[in-house]
């Protein structure tokens, strides 16, 4: 059986199989995704993204007419997952312990592959080769400030603070929440997702807790 550079079989239908474009698109990205995660920007190539797809390189232009752009596109991919599951989980509930707690879960889930992110997908926001590039900076900045803005409008509704300063506090949230994921995920002596959701929590929420309430 034929594998693929990376070891596996092609996740894909067989070569020349005609596919819906949306479908075709999903499956060029997930391709990608695997092969941007594994080897980096840099080192990876259309060839090997195109045989991890199962489709000749032709195809893969007309989706994507260079890496950099099919880069982008799950860049763009990862952020939107990033925002909609901190701002979902904002608006679980009217509890802010509640809501502290989902917005750390969110992190969590976001780093460890769950949902439609897929595994891997954290890396090609946080960990980047290319973050240098200014198309790509662009949208990593736009995914932080989405998410900081989500908690900051939430801070600011509750507790009478001004916009600057919901800012401020937003930023240091989003930090110990994407800090401490990506830190528990590449632990070596990684403890329970469930105990490090809960001592994060503890810790932003003995924080927070002390601000003043507006109702």
Avoid at 8 to 13: C, G
Avoid at 100 to 105: D, E, G, K, L
């Amino acid at each position: 059986m034929t594998t693929t550079p990376l070891g596996r079989e092609p996740a894909s239908p067989a070569r020349g199989t005609r596919l819906p474009r949306p479908a075709r698109r999903a499956q060029l990205l997930g391709a990608a995704q695997e092969v941007f995660v594994a080897q980096g920007y840099h080192s990876a190539a259309m060839d090997d993204i195109a045989e991890r797809a199962g489709v000749s390189k032709p195809v893969l232009y007309q989706h994507f007419p260079s890496k950099l752009e099919l880069y982008l596109a799950l860049l763009d991919q990862a952020a939107e997952s990033l925002v909609a599951r901190v701002r979902l989980g904002l608006e679980s509930s009217t509890d802010n312990r509640t809501r502290v707690a989902a917005s750390v879960r969110a992190y969590f889930d976001f780093v460890g592959g769950e949902g439609t992110a897929g595994e891997g997908a954290f890396r090609l926001v946080f960990e980047s080769d290319l973050r240098n590039d200014p198309a790509v900076h662009e949208r990593v900045e736009r995914m932080t400030q989405g998410c900081i803005d989500a908690i900051a409008d939430t801070i600011a509704h509750d507790t009478g603070y001004r916009e600057e300063e919901a800012q401020l506090l937003s930023v240091g949230l989003s930090g110990l929440m994407e800090v401490g994921a990506r830190w528990w995920l590449s632990s070596p002596d990684r403890i329970p997702k469930e105990r490090a959701i809960e001592l994060l929590l503890g810790l932003a929420w003995r924080g927070i807790s002390g601000a003043p309430r507006t109702s």
